[in-house]
Nanobody, 118 residues
Framework: QVQLVESGGGLVQAGGSLRLSCAAS????????MGWFRQAPGKEREFVGS????????YYADSVKGRFTISGDYAKNTVYLQMNSLKPEDTAAYYC???????????WGQGTQVTVSS
């Protein structure tokens, strides 16, 4: 059974940076599409970005493009979300997800809270 565990969330001032980690146990992540999503209170879950281990297919939502970067570390079986120039509207619970099957993202972490103060 695969488990994804996010970490790295916290409270940061606007303009600051955070790096979220998504560590996996139970299966090697390389070869599987990974995604980051976020959900603010009272709002729908929102796509943040997706990551392909080949490095050629990484996509970002327009709202984070140019500020957020997704990367992966094979040795640590971990995917990262580097968030720079944070804005109060980035405040949300952030989740990583893996597409282990053929039907979209089917494995999710528990989430980590990011709060950006103005």
């Amino acid at each position: 059974q695969v488990q994804l565990v996010e970490s790295g969330g916290g409270l940061v001032q606007a303009g600051g940076s955070l790096r979220l980690s998504c560590a996996a146990s139970g299966r090697i992540l390389s070869g599987y599409a990974m995604g980051w999503f976020r959900q603010a209170p009272g709002k729908e879950r929102e796509f943040v970005g997706s990551f392909d281990w080949s490095g050629s297919d990484t996509y970002y939502a327009d709202s984070v493009k140019g500020r957020f970067t997704i990367s992966g570390d094979y040795a640590k079986n971990t995917v990262y979300l580097q968030m720079n120039s944070l804005k109060p509207e980035d405040t949300a619970a952030y989740y990583c997800a893996a597409e282990l099957g053929a039907g979209g993202y089917d494995t999710w972490g528990q989430g980590t809270q990011v709060t950006v103060s103005s």
